[in-house]
């Protein structure tokens, strides 16, 4: 299995808090990618980074903000949680193509 | 718009009833097509990267096919153990971005 942990793996918290994710690999990928899966919509990505403080944006970024100050962590920031949030999220490694996903984390916005 | 579209959404099959799941794609150029299997609470595993019409990858019981439109998973005499939902994603030729479709959640009788 890639070296990819996410932290925490489960979190509830209430709408209007500041909220970070963290994804750490262990592989030094260069690409590293948040996504959010809901039912009926599949993975959408958030925010990917090319390289440390090389970020941008992908298709459902607003509200979300990331940063990547060294190669094996990249943190997904809710600055002001909402209920539309609540999702799980997958950070993904890639060097080349194909990615490798981490176990997720459960966010839950009440 | 790049988009990526799976059916069945689901299908139940009987042990060792062979069958196929189809992921149709329209992308500006396609870089790969990637399948996935996610079991349930875990993230997204890699099974294959296609990149031209005609390629063909097999692993096990799982064989993955492409077409200039779609692509096929073709599962022989599956087992229990292949329950789970199958992903597609594309990567277009421009950007870093991927494409996923909703999956195919697939269970089998024993």
């Known amino acids: 299995d890639a070296g990819i942990t996410q932290s925490p793996r489960h979190k509830v918290t209430e709408t209007g808090t500041p909220v970070t994710l963290r994804c750490h690999q262990t592989e030094n990928h260069r690409y590293m990618y948040w996504y959010r899966q809901d039912p009926g919509h599949g993975l959408r990505l958030i925010h990917y980074s090319y390289g440390v403080k090389d970020t941008d944006k992908g298709e459902v970024s607003d509200g979300y903000s990331v940063s990547r100050s060294k190669t094996e962590d990249f943190l997904l920031t809710l600055e002001s949680a909402t209920s539309s949030q609540t999702s799980v999220y997958f950070c993904?490694?890639?060097?080349?193509?194909?990615?490798?996903f981490g176990p997720g984390t459960r966010l839950t916005v009440t | 718009e790049d988009q990526v579209t799976q059916s069945p959404e689901a299908l139940r099959l009987q042990e060792g009833e062979s069958s196929s799941l189809n992921c149709s794609y329209t992308v500006s150029g396609l870089r790969g097509l990637f399948w996935y299997r996610q079991d349930p609470g875990k993230g997204p595993e890699f099974l294959f990267t296609?990149?031209?019409a005609g390629e063909e990858k097999e692993k096990e019981r799982l064989k993955a096919t492409l077409t200039k439109k779609e692509s096929f998973l073709h599962i022989t005499a599956p087992k229990p153990e292949d329950s789970a939902t199958y992903l597609c994603?594309?990567?277009?030729?421009?950007?870093?971005?991927?494409?996923f479709g909703t999956g195919t959640s697939l269970t089998v009788i024993p």
């Open positions: 296609l990149y031209s």
């Open positions: 994603a594309v990567q277009p030729n421009t950007g870093n971005q991927f494409y």
């Open positions: 993904a490694i890639s060097e080349f193509y194909e990615q490798y």
